[in-house]
């Protein structure tokens, strides 16, 4: 019974080991570009302000560029925080930046907004930094 008890605890261990390094997000890495959970292109809006904690893309322009959401028990960490919309929902922001989605994308890997009236961009995170030698970055 004793290793049973053991094994379990070795188990959860490495689990929580392994998720401490996941982002808080539900982003995925493509071809230098980061994406939603579902594969599509992630964008900044330079009308944004850095750290402001506020989006300024709200009507026509979340239809056209909707919101990359984040659910009401997710929570800030690292590089990543959550603003609260002039609706009362929440968004998530890397590195102060509120993210979003574009609507005529059409298929996982499209970037078709990249650059979109000079204002849109899609968001191409640098490669982690593993000179110091830990697997987090520096």
Do not use: E
């Not at 959970?37 to 302000?49: E, R, V």
């Amino acid at each position: 019974v004793n290793y049973t008890r053991a094994g379990i605890a070795v188990a959860l261990s490495l689990l929580l080991a392994a998720c401490a390094g996941l982002p808080y997000a539900p982003v995925k890495y493509s071809n230098g570009l980061m994406t939603g959970a579902n594969g599509m292109t992630l964008y900044t809006f330079d009308k944004d302000a850095i750290g402001s904690g506020k989006s300024v893309c709200n009507g026509q322009c979340a239809t056209n560029w909707p919101p990359f959401m984040a659910a009401s028990t997710d929570r800030s960490g690292g590089d990543w925080t959550i603003v609260t919309r002039d609706d009362g929902s929440k968004q998530w922001a890397w590195s102060g930046q509120p993210l979003y989605y574009w609507a005529k994308d059409q298929k996982p890997g499209d970037m078709t907004g990249d650059g979109f009236n000079k204002v849109w961009h899609a968001v191409r995170p640098p490669p982690p930094d593993y000179s110091s030698g830990s697997m987090n970055g520096p």
